[in-house]
């Protein structure tokens, strides 16, 4: 029952990348801190609208996994192919990818020093070349989507960090990725805070983006992921549907780390 | 004993008028005194901003030679570098391209250059701390949004990076503004160097000293309420922090 029920959903994925390429495909993937080893050959592949939530405990190298998919992290060896471009070290390469690749951080990092709406148009301003007022109107727009709009004139430091989040989820909007990549996003929220972090990224989910979480959300990953992946020590140890992987975790180390999140 | 009654006679017999008829004179000094700040200034910053993003980023070799330039730069007294450009650099200008003969660069340009040149080690280390305080998530989130690195300095890093050491900046320029006086070596007739000619002239030395120093104490004074004021405004925005 448990390895039917896994067998069919796994196979789910496949068929969506059965007739386009997958958008995101990571091969044997290797990136070391010196004589440690943060990803240890780790592959894999997220089609079009898939829905990854990536856990794993502290150090499992789950952050590393996603900061190496728009190159922020660079990869000592395997292959990243987003959107059909090679990321090799070439920095055009590397840029078309980041501009398709939106990102959400743990510590929001909005600039501090730009409004809400300036630091949702900067970037396509400056890289998509957008005139400021087609700028203005595409983040108001997307700020009224993270229902935000009417805080568009103030400045980070005068946001709580709930709605902060939400802001820097929109300037990544902005830019209409075809990939978001969230890492921790709602770790460093008060506990009141996360829900609303959350809610804004399902609504983002069910508009079909493709999205690759880093989260110990695991309710919104029961909620939206098609996939759980699940790291230790640099690789990924299992993969499957929320439900089974919930219910009836493959591995003990698995088991393990949901009995330590799941009170 | 005559020594000591003169004295008392001496200080009642100020006579300001003389700094009345002075003034256009002084007031010539005071031009090329905000002048020479204002271009060592501007030769400081560009040059100090790259020399801070050179050992930011760590260049190879452009770095090491940055530091040690830095190193002796604050490591040498002002006017030492004065002289050296003064005397030294039409010798050795000679010797390379005026084929032996030495070529004279000029006290107002020897002024220029050297008070740019000596600035730059200064605002270089206030601009690279400044650097140092720009948080890494900054720098990530620019990559993450494509920005190129001339956009992410100066659309992002560069304006916080201001912020910040404006008032350690102005700070430093207060400095400079009273430095430029040391150009009376140059013979150059700043601020200091033209009360002390006219000084020389009239013979009113208390008289033009004591005004030159009320001169420097108002400007500098005001200055300083600015950087007051700048450091104000940096601590405002920081209320909310999560």
Redesign the interface.
Known sequence: MMTLRGEKIMLQPESDASGTQPIVMVERLVRRYGAFTALNSVSLAVGKGEKIVICGPSGSGKSTLIRCINHIERHDSGRIVVDGIELRDQLADINSVRREVGMVFQSFNLFPHLSVSENCMLAPVKVRKLTRAEARDRAMTILRKVRIEDQADKYPGQLSGGQQQRVAIARALCMQPKVMLFDEPTSALDPEMVQEVLDTMVGLARDGMTMLCVTHEMGFAREVADRVVFMDQGTIVEESPPESFFQAAKTERARNFLKQIIR | MRQAAGRPDAMSDLDFTVVLRAWPYLLSGLQFSFALTVTAFAIGMVLGTTFALIQHHEVPVLSQVVRSYIALIRSIPLILVLFWFFFLVPVVLGRFVGGGRSIPIGPTYTAFITFGLFEAAYYSEIIRVGLRSV?K??F??C??????SF?TYR??IM??VL?VASPIILSQTIILFQDTSLVYVLSLTDLVGAASKMAQLNGRLVEMYLTVAVIYLAICSAASQCVAVLRKRNEL??????
């Open positions: 948080n998530g900054q990530e989130a990559q993450a949004l494509a920005l190129s956009d659309s992002v304006p916080q912020k925005p920081r209320v909310v922090r999560q």
